[in-house]
């Protein structure tokens, strides 16, 4: 079995367990009536908290541009405050907001942009993806396939977009862009 697949079936077990485990006990408890009254779901309604230790960083005038270009791509596309706060997290990861060219060998196979989309994988030219408007609504666009994006942890969402080696590192950043899309949202 090649590796993509192993670990989709890997990961969808994975999720069928999690899933099971946690909302297994939960809906056999709820689906139990108190008094002969029916019992009411909990639907969460706002965003979940920031998961995890915390980082930051001072941005500069290319960085909070960047910013600005996310918060109008997310409003261009419809889409909520919410959306923006994922994708300029996932920038904070991948690129610390900056629009990276590529960087020879250092760079990650032929990754490019704020998001370190790769045009082998897709993402669309080299010219596309280093553009902010384009790479945000690419990865917008992935990110609205996800179901129940809304919802979910920060980390889970950007990670099922992205794809990357290192699945946790994006919810470090919940909190710094919480404050960016608070601060530019309406400016």
């Known amino acids: 079995m ?5 670990k989709s079936v890997l990961s969808v077990a994975g999720l069928a367990f999690a899933g099971g485990v946690f909302a297994g006990p939960i809906a056999a408890h709820a689906a139990t009536p108190v008094e002969g009254k029916p019992v009411a779901a909990t639907v969460q309604t706002s965003a979940p908290k920031p998961q995890g230790d915390q980082s930051t960083i001072t941005l500069n005038g290319e960085q909070t541009a960047n910013v600005k270009a996310i918060i109008a791509a ?41 998001f370190q989309q790769r045009p082998s994988s897709g993402w669309g030219t080299p010219e596309q993806i280093t553009d902010p408007a384009y790479s945000t609504t690419a990865f917008l ?3 609205t396939q996800v179901d129940g994006w809304q919802d979910m942890p920060l980390t889970e969402a950007a990670q099922t977009v992205q794809v ?7 919810a470090q950043w919940e909190q710094q862009a919480t404050d960016l899309v608070g601060q530019y949202w309406n400016s």
């Open 2 to 6: 090649n590796t993509i697949m192993r």
């Open 74 to 114: 997310t409003k261009k596309a419809g889409l909520p405050e919410r959306a923006a706060v994922i994708s300029i997290a996932t920038s904070l990861q991948e690129s610390k907001l900056e629009n990276l060219g590529h960087l020879g060998d250092s760079n990650d196979h032929d990754s490019l942009g704020l």
């Open 141 to 143: 666009k992935g990110l």
């Open 164 to 170: 990357s080696a290192y699945p946790d590192a994006y």
